[in-house]
């Protein structure tokens, strides 16, 4: 009799949360029609093509396996085996510098275009003639399509004709030899640097944003106790802003984890090799999978990059959760 009793109970909570469920979807319907045709578009956009990636990446579909497409034979865990253990793979060689690359430049990217980024939203916060000009002008880089980043800066990094060897090296005088940007260890660099050249605007107007955002009452009355203004800055001004500073971290991770454009145009305009020096996972990917055809180990090296991003993801959320709570 308990027994029945208690079942009667679980099965009046599922009917009361049912119509619940029902009642708010009836009473907000016209906020999820609104909804509705972006949640298709992202259905249509995002969920579906990525369903069907990790369904490629357990096939063998390659140059002769190409018209079968999600027909063709199914290899179970072969892909991933490919990319991460066979050292005979010349994909897994490549994946795994690519995959050094790529850390050290999505480090290197992030710590520089939130230091520069900061610098400059504390400089145009200041009041000062023609500040507005000079925030205009600092946002050019951002405006600039990323593709043509990628060319321009190919053509500056050039060792002969390049402008940036002429001013290091006939101008300045700071290096004794011109070197090689665009191969070698220094090819690193070469991505780097423009990279931090396009990204830091984005950053900038982030920061000065919430910059204007902090009451002045906070810095009055720091001042009024004697704080210089470093001790402002770490007490007041940073702590504010974590909450903006984090959500970029994030956004800037997965960004340039992803990075391809600037690489693919500054080497052979979308058809070059960096080098085992300036590879990243995105343009090595591109080129294993559309170059040689391997779809399949192609997509197996893409689901193992978005397992990677999910993980940064997961800690990034650990250590940013108190910032992402709005206190009521």
């Known amino acids: 009799m308990k027994v029945e009793i208690s079942r009667e109970k679980v099965v009046s909570k599922k009917n009361k949360k049912t119509s619940r469920l029902i009642f708010e979807i009836r009473k907000n319907r016209f906020a999820y029609a609104l909804v509705l045709p972006a949640f298709i578009a992202m259905l249509i956009i995002h969920f579906i093509p990525m369903v069907q990636g990790i369904y490629m990446s357990f096939l063998k579909l390659n140059q002769f396996t190409l018209n079968q497409f999600l027909k063709a034979p199914f290899v179970g865990l072969q892909n991933y085996y490919t990319v991460l253990f066979d050292k005979s793979s010349t994909l897994r060689s490549g994946f795994m510098d690519a995959l050094r690359n790529t850390i050290i430049y999505a480090l290197s990217v992030n710590i520089l275009v939130l230091v520069i980024g900061m610098i400059s939203a504390l400089l145009v916060n200041r ?32 060792q002969d004709t390049g402008i940036i060897n002429r001013i290091l090296v006939d101008w300045l005088h700071i290096l004794p030899d011109k070197p090689f940007w665009l191969s070698g260890p220094n090819t690193l660099w070469a991505i780097i640097i423009p990279t931090v050249w396009r990204s830091t605007p984005f950053i900038m107007i982030m920061l000065l944003a919430g910059l204007q955002n902090i009451p002045e009452d906070y810095y009055e009355a720091a001042e009024i106790d004697g704080a210089s203004s470093v001790q402002k800055f770490r007490h007041i001004t940073l702590p504010l802003l974590r909450p903006i500073i984090a959500v970029n971290l994030l956004h800037g991770m997965i960004t340039h984890i992803y990075s391809f454009n600037i690489v693919a145009m500054m080497f052979g305009h979308g058809a070059g090799f960096p080098g085992k020096w300036g590879d990243l996972l995105m343009t090595n990917i591109n080129r294993n999978s559309f170059g040689i055809w391997q779809m399949g180990t192609g997509a197996a090296a893409t689901i193992v990059v978005m397992i990677i991003v999910l993980s940064i993801v997961g800690i990034w959320y650990r250590v940013f959760r108190e910032d992402l709570v709005v206190e009521e």
């Not at 600039?144 to 053509?155: C, D, E, H, I, R």
């Open 127 to 158: 009041k000062f003639k023609f500040r507005g000009l000079a925030r205009t002008l600092l946002l050019t880089p951002w405006v600039v399509p990323s593709y043509v980043v990628g060319m321009l800066w190919g053509f500056m990094w050039q």
